[in-house]
């Protein structure tokens, strides 16, 4: 008979011992569209996921059960792993009940953030007596770009910040140090959390109206059309074409996993990747990648940083950026403003350069390359017209036959993978593994013999058993050992065993022992050991007033909820999406001259930058202003360069 005496986490856990000597927590948090990609994302290294619920996040296509999200924090919390959902649109007022139901339904299965927008949700959090136990944070949609706005998110009761993706590395050090310099009274650290990873939106995060004015599809509602992704026309004030047909705001994707040290020694803790349409090859890939990184980023400080999570990953395969889905890369502002952050030829993937096409001979070619090649790549290459594909049929060397022979390929195109046949069987199969280290203690006390275990998290547990102790007639060692070690199946990986009995122990009770000890580890509640959250948002923590906006729809408030908590911010607020809106015929007045217009986009990056003009350089462009844009329809808009702030704004021409 097996009885179960103790099962706890130990009061000086790794927690603890963290704590005590400093360490500051770095997380790399990975995109989930669904439980399979939440659980691929834990599994290749990942210390936190970030998920949507079924309405009410900021991809209306990646929505997900509550019991699936409740079935992901169960298995996200045995590493110590974290599990936000994105409840990070703007909301109607009908829709805040629901809102608010689904609010308490996510908390109460113990998720261990909630990201939100909308300052109504948020301002009806805060009046409700009912505490919340997970965090929430303040999602990029809130704009958060200066220090002033990150610490008015704070005094709020938000008990993160999601940075703008604008932001250089200096930015981020200027803002952590700004609100660390005088925190509010009731504020404990203040986590910033950064995106290193995927898509880019050119305008401002929340400040996009483009998608809603175009197609009546709100990038604040989870419903971009991807307005930037369209192949535009631009023409200067005397109608002169510049460019035709190109694809001028459409931003390469953001890849700093060089800057990771950087942006830690820069005040940030979250790293994040984008993704939430992403498919679970591209996040068990790109999480395992960053996930390598910032464990080097550890090894190299190990005074100073630790992982936010348990556990060690190893893989069947060796991560690489380029091989998942891609437009090509930027690093965007970490460094400063700089060129070649848009690709104008095409906003498809084009994957990583394998060489240029040496010879054509009938329906086949061969490459200049040492890339290795399979049946099935996907092969692509630029055109005047466009981005051409074609598949590989069959490889002898570097020669490649294709499915079909492209008409317009000559020697010389550069080719590129857009699909690696034979990385991707690799990641179809099961790629990684993540194991916590466990340690075992065999000892004889009161009579009885007793397992003891302890795993790096902290989590500890005893038992016992009823089994008759006769001293052996040989040595127990090796088949103790050998027991106890079979942890295969489980999450654990044996670090060491400590053995204290010459009894003679069969080794059913040892691998009952052992079994029965895992089980109840795996029964420790993550809240015994997860941080406490703040207190519940139950009032401001201090006075900082809201950044002002020229505009009243740049609040986004679509309720009336929201509207009354900026009326005690002393601002009149409204949204663009209100089907009823009376604030969108205010127009934004453009530079003296120039006309007036609705505010579209807010942009950091700049076209005239871009093609070389940008006027700190003091070249000339050889245009007349204003220029504008137009898409396929025949729709026109207005390019206003506000030079004084360094943005780049799309207006409407009407």
């Known amino acids: 008979m097996i009885k179960n005496t103790n099962i706890s ?29 939440g659980i691929a994302a834990i599994d290749h290294g990942a210390d936190a996921v970030y998920i ?3 309405r009410f996040g900021a991809r209306a296509a990646a929505g997900n059960s509550v019991e699936d999200i409740a079935q992901l924090c169960r298995y996200a919390h045995q590493f110590g792993a974290k599990v936000f959902v994105t409840v990070n649109t703007i909301i109607y007022d009908e829709e805040l009940n629901d809102t608010l139901q689904l609010v308490d339904e996510l908390d109460s299965i113990g998720v261990d953030a909630i990201l939100v927008q909308d ?71 203040l986590p910033l959390e950064v995106f290193v990873h995927g898509a880019l939106c050119v305008s401002y995060s929340g400040q996009c109206y483009a998608s809603q004015y175009c197609f009546q599809r709100s990038a604040n509602r989870g419903e971009c059309a991807q307005f930037c992704r369209l192949a535009f026309t631009l023409k200067d004030a005397n109608g002169k074409v510049l460019e035709s047909e190109r694809h001028l705001l459409s931003l390469r994707d953001m890849a700093q996993i060089d800057n990771l040290e950087k942006l830690a020694d820069a005040g940030a803790t979250s790293f994040k990747i984008e993704g939430r349409l992403k498919d679970v090859d591209y996040v068990k890939n790109i999480t395992a990648a960053y996930s390598e990184a910032l464990n080097e980023v550890v090894r190299r400080n190990p005074e100073k940083y630790t992982r936010a999570s348990f556990g060690r990953c190893t893989y069947t395969f060796s991560p690489n950026i380029q091989k998942s889905f891609n437009r090509g890369f930027t690093t965007y502002f970490a460094e400063g403003r700089k060129q070649g952050l848009v690709s104008f030829d095409t906003p498809k993937a084009m994957g ?10 009938g329906h086949s070619f061969n490459i200049s ?20 594909g074609f598949r590989v049929n069959k490889v002898e060397g570097n020669r490649i036959f294709p499915l079909r022979m492209p008409e317009s390929l000559k020697p010389g195109t550069m080719l590129f993978r857009n699909l690696d046949q034979a990385f991707t069987t690799l990641l179809a199969k099961p790629s990684s593994e993540r194991k916590i280290d466990i340690c075992f203690h065999l000892y004889e006390e009161d009579g009885k013999l007793t397992l003891s275990a302890k795993d790096e998290v902290g989590r500890t547990c005893t038992i016992q058993s009823d089994c008759e102790l006769q001293p052996a007639a040989k040595p127990q060692e090796e088949n103790i050992r050998r027991q106890l070690s079979k942890l295969g199946g489980t999450i654990y990986q044996c670090k060491d065993i400590e053995i204290d009995t ?37 009032g401001a923590r201090g006075a900082t007033q809201h950044p002002t906006y020229p505009i009243p729809y740049l609040y986004n408030a679509s309720n009336n909820k929201a509207k009354e908590f900026y009326k005690t911010q002393g601002v009149e607020a409204d949204s663009f999406e209100m089907p009823k809106r009376t604030n969108v015929s205010t127009p934004l007045p453009l530079r003296e001259g120039l006309g007036v217009g609705l505010l579209l986009m807010q942009c950091r990056y700049c076209l005239r930058n871009e093609m070389g003009y940008c006027t700190k350089s003091g070249k000339r462009a ?17 390019l206003q360069f506000d030079c004084k702030n360094c943005q780049m704004n799309v207006v409407s021409k009407e």
């Not at 998110?153 to 050090?173: H, M, N, P, T």
Request: glycine share 6%.
């Open 9 to 37: 986490l130990a009061p000086c856990g790794e927690d603890a011992r963290r704590a005590g000597e400093g360490l500051l927590p770095l997380e790399l948090l990975a995109p989930a569209k669904n439980l399979e990609c």
């Open 352 to 361: 990583e350069p394998v060489g240029k096409v040496k010879e054509i001979r």
């Open 119 to 189: 300052m109504g949700l948020l301002s009806l959090l805060k009046q409700r007596e009912k505490p919340l136990h997970c965090e929430l944070h303040a999602s990029t949609q809130t704009d958060n770009r200066t220090a002033e706005k990150v610490k008015w998110l704070f005094d709020q009761g938000f008990d993160r910040v999601v940075l703008a993706r604008e932001l250089s590395i200096k930015e981020i050090a200027d803002i952590n140090k700004a609100i660390h310099q005088h925190p509010s009274p009731n504020t404990r650290n």
């Open 502 to 538: 010459k009894a003679f122990i069969p080794s059913s009770v040892l691998a009952t022992m052992r079994r029965e000890t895992i089980e109840n580890m795996y029964n420790v509640p993550f809240t015994m050991y997860k941080s406490q959250p703040t207190v519940s948002p139950s």
């Open 52 to 54: 949507g619920a079924q």
């Open 622 to 638: 050889p245009w007349k202003e204003p220029l504008t844009i137009s898409i396929s329809d025949g729709r026109e808009f207005q």
């Open 369 to 388: 390359t040492t890339t290795s090649f399979a049946n099935g790549d996907g092969l692509c290459y630029l055109t005047p017209s466009g981005l051409v």
